[in-house]
């Protein structure tokens, strides 16, 4: 089975739904005419994202509901409807005390995109104990790793936090995918960029070919392999939960969502 680049998830017409997903299926906002440019212009197979396994069956991370007396206090939030539980329950990389809440994301998606707004507002009010984490998404070895790339590169730099939403903007507003079929016009686009931002080309080219990057790609495709991502955004809370836009309702409903179930989970 193959399919244009995983970008075509956002090329159609926008459906009132709320996530990208990674198989291809017309779910999604409109992409911008630099994306199209890029998504027209390779393919590569879904198959290849995990072979020989049956993508509607990861066992380990199975969705199933929470017995009632596990469920969140006060009737606001249903297990299977507004989360899902993650079972068994994955580890996160969280101090002792904290809260891990981790933000699965795709530059290349416009509801990320839409969601990153109040997630920027929340950051700031957040409880002491949530760690925040983003996870760039990793389908396959298309635009998805080359994003991811970015990323981790910028991270490495200490700039993700501070570009986060100029990359977004860069990609989502149409003026530059920083993506393409080719390697190295890839690399040439994101370079372009992070000299625009200030960033020199022997730094980014450093850290864009390092250990640390590479190191974390592998740890992204971990996470997103554990937790069986096929749409974003998503977030995970606790390595316990998972939930989206969707499940929650609109956007500031997931983030109270979140904030109920991180506080839940730091009384135990």
């Known amino acids: 089975m193959t399919s244009r680049w995983l970008l075509a998830a956002v ?4 459906l009132a739904l709320s996530a990208c997903s990674k198989n291809g ?6 992409a911008t005419p630099a994306i199209q440019k890029a998504a027209t212009r390779t393919q590569e197979s879904v198959s290849a994202l995990e072979p020989g396994a049956d993508r509607g069956d990861v066992s380990l991370e199975r969705m199933v509901a929470l017995p009632e007396s596990a469920q969140l206090p006060g009737g606001r939030w249903k297990a299977g409807v507004n989360y899902q539980p993650v079972m068994p329950a994955q580890p996160t990389a969280a101090p002792a005390g904290q809260v891990e809440v981790l933000e699965v994301f795709w530059y290349g998606c416009g509801h990320c995109y839409a969601l990153d707004p109040s997630i920027a507002r929340w950051l700031p009010t957040k409880a002491p104990y949530i760690k925040f984490v ?3 998404v990793i389908w396959g070895q298309g635009p998805h790793r080359a994003h991811a790339r970015l990323y981790y590169t910028l991270e490495a730099l200490g700039k993700a936090d501070a570009l986060h939403a100029a990359v977004f903007d860069a990609v989502q507003k149409g003026s530059n995918p920083l993506v393409d079929a080719d390697e190295g016009r890839t690399l040439q686009l994101q370079l372009q960029f992070a000299k625009a931002q200030g960033i020199s080309e022997a730094d980014y080219r450093r850290e864009y070919n390092g250990p640390a990057v590479q ?6 495709d971990e996470l997103v392999r554990r937790y069986n991502v096929d749409s974003v955004p998503r977030l995970v809370v606790n390595g316990k939960y998972q939930t989206d836009v969707a499940m929650a309702g609109s956007a500031d409903a997931l983030l109270q969502l979140v904030n109920d179930l ?3 989970e730091k009384k135990r």
């Open 11 to 14: 090329l159609v017409p926008a």
């Open 215 to 220: 190191a974390a790609l592998q740890k992204a």
């Open 25 to 30: 299926e017309p779910v999604g906002t409109a």
């Open 134 to 136: 983003r996870v760039p």
């Open 262 to 264: 991180s506080a839940t």
